[in-house]
């Protein structure tokens, strides 16, 4: 069952995380119910998740919210993290005009998808931003045995931007993106972009949540910080966050430790 400290009611705890979790709407949608049951005011600082690290690590949020497993493992394992928790996911998705020059259309084999736009030197956005949706899309890339920096400024275009302006760009360009599928959903700006591969397993799109560790930072809100995690982790946190929804669909599946 989620409590909080009643001394840490009224307080504001600021949040490092992701574009996604702020493009999506979801916080729109879960912030307003955490701070009616516990009275703490959230403030959050939307960033690619390599950014939102930095931000942790430099003690300047209290809550880091991110979606790379790998570097939330090391952000902890350096000792500026107090414990990683599994909050919920979705996947990525990759989107590109319907006219689909690399004819990847239907696929649900991603290292595939990338090999043919390469090949065909397909136009393709890519957010460069060090973002958790970047790394996942440096990983694919890396398994497809292609080094996409060798089309910069051809093929492949870095916007060094948030998920929701490099989409933006890909819809001016009709361009290939890698998204995370809750900025999708969210996007109107679409333009001639459809959604063209998904269902790979090696799409699946990870969230975690950490409070960073008031012992390296002695001004951290660890009990307003640790209630919004105990809140996240519960049954009516994980409940809200299944509850939001874009045209009847969900757009993140809780997944927190039972």
Same mark, same amino acid.
Do not use: C
């Given at each position: /069952?989620?409590?909080?400290?009643?001394?840490?009611?009224? $307080?504001?705890?600021? !949040?490092?995380?992701?574009?996604?979790? +702020?493009?999506?709407?979801?916080?729109?949608?879960?912030? @307003?119910?955490?701070?009616?049951?516990?009275? !703490? *005011?959230?403030?959050?600082?939307?960033?690619?998740?390599?950014?939102?690290?930095?931000?942790?690590? *430099?003690?300047?949020?209290?809550?880091?919210?991110?979606?790379?497993?790998?570097?939330?493992?090391?952000?902890?394992? +350096?000792?500026? %993290?107090?414990?990683?928790? $599994?909050? /919920?996911?979705?996947?990525?998705?990759?989107? %590109?005009?319907?006219?689909?020059?690399?004819?990847?259309?239907?696929?649900?084999?991603?290292?595939?998808?990338? &090999?043919?736009?390469?090949?065909?030197?397909?136009?393709?956005?890519?957010?460069?931003?060090?973002?958790?949706?970047?790394?996942? +899309?440096?990983?694919? =890339?890396?398994?497809?045995?292609? $080094?996409?920096?060798?089309?910069?400024?051809? =093929?492949? &275009?870095?916007?060094?931007?948030? /998920?929701?302006?490099?989409?933006?760009?890909?819809?001016?360009?009709?361009?290939?993106?890698?998204?995370?599928?809750?900025? =999708?959903?969210?996007?109107?700006?679409?333009?001639?972009?459809?959604?063209?591969?998904?269902?790979?397993? *090696?799409?699946?799109?990870?969230?975690?949540? /950490?409070?960073?560790? @008031?012992?390296?930072?002695?001004?951290?809100?660890?009990?307003? %910080?640790?209630?919004?995690?105990? =809140?996240?982790?519960?049954?009516?946190?994980?409940?809200?966050?299944?509850?939001? *929804?874009?045209?009847?669909?969900?757009?993140?599946?809780?997944?927190?430790?039972?």
């Amino acid at each position: /069952m989620f409590a909080f400290n009643t001394h840490a009611q009224h $307080d504001t705890i600021t !949040i490092a995380s992701t574009t996604s979790t +702020e493009q999506s709407g979801l916080f729109r949608h879960v912030l @307003p119910v955490f701070e009616k049951v516990s009275g !703490i *005011r959230v403030r959050v600082l939307a960033l690619g998740t390599g950014q939102a690290l930095v931000v942790g690590r *430099r003690g300047d949020a209290d809550v880091v919210f991110v979606h790379d497993k790998t570097a939330e493992e090391r952000f902890v394992a +350096e000792g500026y %993290g107090v414990k990683r928790f $599994d909050v /919920m996911y979705n996947d990525f998705v990759l989107v %590109g005009p319907t006219s689909d020059s690399a004819r990847v259309a239907g696929g649900n084999d991603i290292v595939i998808a990338f &090999r043919n736009i390469a090949q065909t030197r397909s136009p393709l956005v890519s957010r460069g931003d060090r973002s958790g949706t970047h790394a996942a +899309e440096l990983r694919l =890339w890396k398994l497809a045995g292609i $080094d996409p920096h060798s089309g910069r400024g051809t =093929w492949y &275009r870095e916007t060094g931007a948030g /998920m929701g302006p490099t989409l933006n760009t890909a819809s001016v360009m009709n361009a290939y993106a890698f998204a995370d599928r809750g900025t =999708w959903l969210s996007f109107r700006n679409r333009g001639d972009l459809a959604l063209l591969v998904a269902g790979d397993p *090696r799409l699946f799109n990870q969230y975690g949540v /950490m409070l960073v560790n @008031p012992a390296k930072h002695a001004h951290v809100k660890a009990a307003s %910080g640790q209630a919004f995690i105990a =809140w996240l982790l519960s049954p009516a946190g994980q409940q809200t966050i299944a509850s939001y *929804r874009i045209g009847g669909e969900q757009l993140f599946f809780p997944n927190a430790p039972h």
